[in-house]
Nanobody, 116 residues
């Protein structure tokens, strides 16, 4: 399984950015797909996730500002619409896919920088 993320970049505080992730390869029994982020000097944290193709989870820090959505009916594409961005949202964002067998796959990471 390979995950290809795109959409990072530099944006001013208060701005918006959209991240996308596409999964390819032999994919079965996806249990969750979502986004993590890791800021300099901090641990990687879960930002948003779609669980079992139906339920969404958001970290408290992004609730009301970020929206995670599926890109296709096969659940192999996912997007993260980020709004009202803050400097503390600056991080490398990683796409993640988990399957029902306990395997977890990671994309290469895309840098989001929120700065004026």
């Amino acid at each position: 399984v390979q995950l290809q993320a795109s959409g990072g970049g530099l944006v001013q505080p208060g701005g918006s950015l959209r991240l996308s992730c596409a999964a390819s390869g032999t994919i079965s029994s996806i249990s969750a797909m979502g986004w993590y982020r890791q800021a300099p000097g901090k641990q990687r944290e879960l930002v948003a996730q779609i669980i079992n193709s139906a339920n969404s989870y958001y970290a408290d820090s992004v609730k009301g500002r970020f929206t995670v959505s599926r890109g296709n009916t096969k659940n192999t594409m996912i997007s993260l619409q980020m709004g009202s961005l803050k400097p503390e949202d600056t991080a490398v964002y990683f796409c993640n896919l988990k399957n029902a067998y306990g395997f977890s796959y990671w994309g290469q990471g895309t840098l989001v920088t929120v700065s004026s």
